[in-house]
Structures are given as structure tokens and as C-alpha cells.
């Protein structure tokens, strides 16, 4: 148990399922060339193990087919032989909760073989579990100490939806104080700005258990691919600021038109189809850079940000606000350094207050700590406000205040360094950088930007 439990806590993992069978699919169209050939990408991530999810109504029920355990061993196989161990999700898509005897049968029948197999390093009982469901806690009330009847070494655990989140998992806490978990799975995919304080509320809903962040990500089908990578840069790193060892992005690959099967909810939802480091025709996405970066090397930084506008516009997680007033672009025709900038004209003002460029550094946000941004600007025929500026919100992403830098002078200007400096105010949890430009009549450039 111990040296499993080290390797949860430490696991380099990621989700799994090919991009053109996802959740059952994977399973009743199994393709070991492909999932051979997608294995190896895992590996090559820097990753050293990989979740995958097992269905009763594809395995067979109440008894699971033996082509279908053949599968679940030739995937075990193939993750070894890249160097990866696996993690087991049990019971999804399944809610069968009286049937008790036959869950734990058919539970040992799957898990049998790996009971102290070292390529198994633990297993999910249930993914993203309701603990307001009481016949669900019954169950699992029951299935915990059965199984480690028969599998004393093996790590158990439940996952909670982003949803439930950490209150979910203080209710599981306290269902099971008769048969806890070995650690604790959550699933986090709410803003990464403020994902360090999400987790400390995590942790601090099952303390002393420990806390390992199972599925985190969010779709480039509702944000930029920049901004996908970046997401993932700030849970990490909040996750590491947390003492959280491991953290498993969602999922390896896009989907492709069809692959999630119809009988899922999921079919219907576009988001559900752009979660992947890899585009569903096997090309890489920045995210897969991120995740690499960080198994690797430790390391996410902020130019992960486009600080100097240089990016491919995709790879750039810069986003806009009050647009209405004027949506700035990347040009070419002026730049500090490098071949680009970005290009204010003719803005006025929202009621929202003026356009701006947004984004949010990689590094979390800790009440006390000094902050420092800076860019440089330069302007002709400027008016108006031309400034950057940090925003603080707290928990909940209500916005608390605000700190701004020097202005750009009016007229026509050289490269002028804008900075503001400040402490994260009480209670500040993420925070903003903007660049704006409002009220200008002329043009603006930024360029250089850096955050602290």
C-alpha cells in the first residue's frame, strides 16, 4: 500500500480515451494500434501513468465477459510497456446500487488479476460520485470494506464533480468515517486564476487525507488554445504551491465528430469534443507543450502568456474586454522588440468601463504578496487613458479593487515604460492584468509586457 500510495501521490497522469471512440467506445471498438501508438504520446508528455475508466454495460453485467477482461489486460500491458502505470475507474455510467453482492463480484472479477500487480497503482470506485444520493453511500459503504477484503494494498478512492467540489468531498468525508478512502479525488475545472484557493479548500475539506487533482482542464472550444495551455500552467503550479504532487489534465486527445457514443448526455455538448492536448487529427496543441514543460522540467513561466504578442494568434490567451469601444489587433507595422505589437485606435468606453487586452498570470495569488506589472506604450495623436492596470477579485470572482499605473502622455510619444506596483489586498484570490486604452481618438501600441 505504501509504495502505491507514494506513486498516486506523485503521478504524472493523464486521462485516456482514443479521439475517435470515446467512454464505452473505447472498449467495444478496441483498437491496441491505436491505443498503442496514442500510449507512446503519453509517455513522451514526460507522464509516467494513466486513468483509464471501465463501463459494467460494456464490460458485461453482473458477470464481466472474458474478451472484455482480455482488453483491460492487453491495456495494463500496453501502459507498461511505455513506462506507465495505470489507474482503474470502476462503475461509471452505472448506478445499480442494490445490487451490493454483484458489485463486489463483479468488482473482483475486473480487479482480481491487479490486486498486487505494481502496474495497478489504485482504483476509483465511482467516477465523480453524489454523496447526496443516500442509496450511493450505502453502497459504497458497503463496497469499501469488501474489496479490501480481498485487495488490502490496493488504494481506493472517489472522485466529486467540478460542482460538488469541496463541499462534496467534506460529505464523503464524513459518510464514510467507518470506512474512508485512501485519498481523495478531485476534479477540478473551475477559474484557474483562482485555483489555489479552491484547492486549500479541497484539502481542507478532508484533511489529514491526502488530495490528488484527477481531471482538470478546460475546452478550446470555449477558449482560445493559449488559453487552454495557460489554464493548465496555473493549476499546476497552484496544485504545487498546494503540495499537491499530482495533477491529471483532461483528457489526451480532442474527439472526433461521433466518437462519443450517443446514449451519453456528453454526445451533445461541443466543449466535450475540445478538451484534448492533442486536435482529434493527432496534431498538438500548445497545452501539450505546457504539460510537457512542467512534467519535465518543473517549469511553466509567464511568457507562457504572449507577453510580447508574438504568438500564433491560436497560442495567445490574451482576451478582450469592452471590445464594444474598440477590439485592439496584432500588427506588424510597429514593435518595441520582436515583429509585433498590439494596436489601439479609435476607442471610446463601455459602461463597463475601457477596451482592454486581459490576461492573468501563471503564478497564483496569495493575500499580502507584492505584485509588480509592467509594458511599454507609445502613442500617436493619443488621448483619452492609456494605462495598465491590476485587478483584484476574491473567491467567488467578485472584483475587489483595482491598483493603476502611470498614463501615457498625450500627443505623440516614444516607448514609455507603464508600471504599477502593488501588495494583493485582503481577501484577493486572483488578479488581472489589463492593458487599456480608452477615450483615444489616435493610436496606441503596447509592447514588452512582464508580471510579477
Excluded: C
Excluded at 476509483?124 to 469499501?144: C, R, S
Excluded at 489554464?231 to 504532487?245: D, K, S
Excluded at 504568438?311 to 474586454?321: N, Q
Aim: glycine share 8%.
Amino acid at each position: 500500500m505504501t509504495d502505491r500510495m507514494t506513486a498516486v501521490q506523485s503521478a504524472k497522469s493523464l486521462n485516456y480515451y482514443p479521439s475517435d471512440a470515446g467512454w464505452s467506445a473505447m472498449w467495444t471498438g478496441f483498437d491496441p494500434v491505436r491505443i498503442d501508438a496514442d500510449l507512446a504520446k503519453v509517455a513522451a508528455l514526460g507522464a509516467d501513468n494513466v486513468r483509464v475508466i471501465v463501463f459494467p454495460q460494456a464490460f458485461g453485467w453482473p458477470a464481466p465477459k472474458p474478451e472484455y477482461a482480455e482488453k483491460l489486460r492487453k491495456f495494463v500491458s500496453i501502459a507498461d510497456a511505455h513506462g506507465l502505470t495505470v489507474k482503474v475507474t470502476l462503475f461509471d455510467w452505472w448506478s445499480g446500487y442494490n445490487e451490493v453482492g454483484n458489485s463486489v463480484n463483479w468488482a473482483k472479477s475486473v480487479l482480481g488479476p491487479y490486486v498486487d500487480d505494481p502496474r495497478v497503482i489504485a482504483v476509483e470506485l465511482k467516477n465523480e460520485f453524489q454523496p447526496g444520493d443516500t442509496a450511493a453511500v450505502n453502497w459504497v459503504k458497503q463496497v469499501i470494506p469488501a474489496i479490501r477484503g480481498w485487495a488490502p494494498n490496493l488504494p481506493l478512492t472517489l472522485s466529486v464533480d467540478g460542482g460538488t467540489g469541496a463541499t462534496g468531498m467534506s460529505q464523503i468525508k464524513s459518510s464514510l468515517t467507518a470506512t474512508p478512502l485512501d485519498y481523495y479525488d478531485f476534479h477540478f475545472y473551475g477559474s484557474s486564476e483562482r485555483a489555489l484557493a479552491e484547492i486549500r479548500k479541497a484539502q481542507a475539506a478532508v484533511a489529514p487525507s491526502p488530495v490528488v487533482i484527477g481531471e482538470t482542464g478546460i475546452s478550446s472550444a470555449v477558449v482560445s488554445e493559449g488559453e487552454q495551455g495557460a489554464y493548465l500552467a496555473r493549476v499546476f503550479r497552484a496544485a504545487a504551491q498546494a503540495g499537491v504532487g499530482s495533477v491529471s489534465p483532461w483528457t489526451l486527445n480532442d474527439f472526433a465528430s461521433g466518437a462519443i457514443p450517443p446514449n451519453s448526455q456528453v454526445s451533445t455538448m461541443p466543449a466535450q469534443y475540445k478538451f484534448g492536448l492533442y486536435r482529434a487529427d493527432g496534431t498538438a496543441k500548445f497545452a501539450a507543450s505546457v504539460v510537457s514543460n512542467w512534467w519535465n522540467n518543473g517549469v511553466v513561466p509567464n511568457s507562457l502568456l504572449n507577453l510580447g504578442f508574438e504568438a500564433a494568434a491560436s497560442d495567445s490567451p490574451w482576451r478582450l474586454a469592452n471590445a464594444d469601444a474598440g477590439a485592439p489587433v496584432i500588427v506588424t507595422d510597429v514593435a518595441r522588440s520582436g515583429a509585433k505589437s498590439a494596436r489601439f485606435a479609435g476607442t471610446t468606453r463601455t459602461a463597463a468601463g475601457l477596451p482592454s487586452m486581459v490576461t492573468s498570470p501563471i503564478t497564483p495569488v496569495q493575500a499580502g504578496y507584492r505584485w509588480r506589472a509592467e509594458a511599454y506604450a507609445r502613442g500617436v495623436n493619443a488621448t483619452g487613458i492609456t494605462e495598465i492596470a491590476l485587478s483584484w477579485f476574491d473567491v467567488n470572482g467578485k472584483w475587489i479593487s483595482q491598483n493603476t499605473s502611470n498614463r501615457l502622455p498625450a500627443g505623440n510619444s516614444s516607448w514609455t515604460k507603464l508600471v504599477v506596483e502593488a501588495a494583493a489586498p485582503a481577501g484577493a484570490t486572483s488578479v488581472q492584468l489589463h492593458l487599456k486604452s480608452g477615450d483615444n481618438t489616435g493610436t496606441v501600441w503596447f509592447d514588452d509586457v512582464a508580471v510579477s
